[in-house]
């Protein structure tokens, strides 16, 4: 999985606290995707971001997600007053263009306490 | 509502022999299918991947086909050897309105033994 960055690889925080995880694309990729998997699931799409621009959140839950990738940085999945649903592994993936395979970093795993 | 389901949770096979892992889903509006390969705590890589519009695609020791009325899908591996135990994701993309996602299902696990 060269190139898609993901930090930190662990995260864990207790209820109602932040968390932040960051995506750093392939080099020459604009386009990112976020995916989480629950245990003994698929990956599930969360949201579809190029520079400054969300072009399709439709798998984000409506409330305490977040997500922005800006002109300069790393792409950044934000989740607020967490809770013990969340506890999940994120996944980003990039791509250079729309319909090029997706490649995917080694995600971040979220647990709860 | 799984729209792309793979319905064996694992699958094991002797080295040398072939593997095949099957997909199956429901939504005529996905365009191109994939398949990844996933290590434990590390994420999915891409294997290979058809268009909607063929029937089959091969890449050394992978294969992968596409029967389009039966909404299905194959992943063939010839020989099978003992590093190409992993899970398995069977990926569908959809694009719409200048987005893309991928739907995946819930994996086969495959155990090379040699």
């Known amino acids: 999985n060269a190139g898609v960055m993901q930090n930190p690889r662990h995260l864990v925080r207790r209820r109602g606290q932040e968390a932040r995880l960051r995506c750093s694309p392939m080099?020459?990729?604009?386009?990112v995707y976020w995916y989480r998997q629950l245990p003994e699931e698929g990956l599930k799409f969360m949201v579809y971001?190029?520079?400054?621009?969300?072009?399709?959140e439709s798998g984000m839950p409506k409330e305490r997600f977040s997500a922005e990738f800006p002109k300069e940085g790393p792409s950044i999945l934000r989740i607020q007053q967490v809770v013990r649903g969340d506890s999940a592994a994120y996944f980003c993936?990039?791509?250079?263009?729309?319909?090029?395979?997706?490649?995917f970093g080694d995600g971040t795993r979220l647990s709860i306490l | 509502d799984q729209q792309v389901k793979q319905n064996s949770p694992s699958l094991s096979v002797q080295e040398g022999r072939i593997s095949i892992l099957n997909c199956d889903y429901t939504?005529?509006?996905?365009?191109?299918f994939l398949w990844y390969k996933k290590y434990p705590a590390e994420g999915p890589t891409f294997l290979i991947s058809i268009s909607s519009i063929k029937d089959k695609n091969e890449d050394g020791r992978f294969t992968v086909f596409l029967n389009k009325s039966a909404k299905h899908l194959s992943l063939h591996i010839v020989p099978s050897q003992p590093g190409d135990s992993a899970v398995y994701f069977c990926a569908a993309r959809i694009t719409q309105g200048g987005s893309e996602k991928l739907v995946f299902g819930k994996g086969t696990k495959l155990t090379v033994n040699p």
């Open positions: 993936a990039s791509s250079p263009q729309l319909w090029q395979p997706q490649h």
């Open positions: 971001l190029q520079k400054e621009n969300i072009i399709d």
């Open positions: 080099k020459g990729h604009s386009h």
């Open positions: 939504n005529s509006m996905f365009d191109y």
